[in-house]
């Protein structure tokens, strides 16, 4: 059975908790760089990370963009939506079906 975690700021994702998620706090570009790392090498099947984390992790991410697990998904933390959640969702389903389908006005 595939598992699902939740990373970033603690007061971002503590109530993750409560809906039996796994959460991993981070406070830096280090602990959020290795807790990835460990999360994708642990065998959880879907990461959510708080946009403000995955800032500073976009290279990793990357990596990661190429295989089918983990499913690395952007959340908006509580200062807020910085819209890279849905851009992130716009570029994978322009790369799927080859245009714009869900944007476009």
């Given at each position: 059975m595939?598992?699902?975690?939740?990373?970033?700021?603690?007061?971002?994702?503590?109530?993750?908790?409560?809906?039996?998620?796994?959460?991993?706090?981070?406070?830096?570009?280090?602990?959020?760089?290795?807790?990835?790392?460990?999360?994708?090498?642990?065998?959880?099947?879907?990461?959510?990370?708080?946009?403000?984390?995955?800032?500073?992790?976009?290279?990793?991410?990357?990596?990661?963009?190429?295989?089918?697990?983990?499913?690395?998904?952007?959340?908006?933390?509580?200062?807020?939506?910085t819209?890279?959640?849905?851009?992130?969702?716009?570029?994978?389903?322009?790369?799927?079906?080859?245009?714009?389908?869900?944007?476009?006005?």
């Amino acid at each position: 059975m595939y598992k699902i975690a939740v990373m970033g700021d603690y007061d971002s994702i503590y109530g993750f908790a409560a809906l039996g998620l796994s959460v991993f706090p981070t406070e830096d570009e280090e602990s959020s760089r290795s807790t990835l790392k460990k999360l994708a090498e642990s065998g959880y099947a879907v990461i959510y990370i708080t946009e403000s984390a995955a800032a500073l992790l976009e290279e990793e991410i990357g990596q990661y963009r190429e295989q089918r697990l983990p499913a690395i998904i952007l959340i908006p933390g509580i200062s807020g939506n910085t819209g890279a959640g849905i851009a992130q969702v716009k570029k994978s389903v322009e790369q799927a079906v080859g245009s714009d389908i869900i944007f476009t006005e």
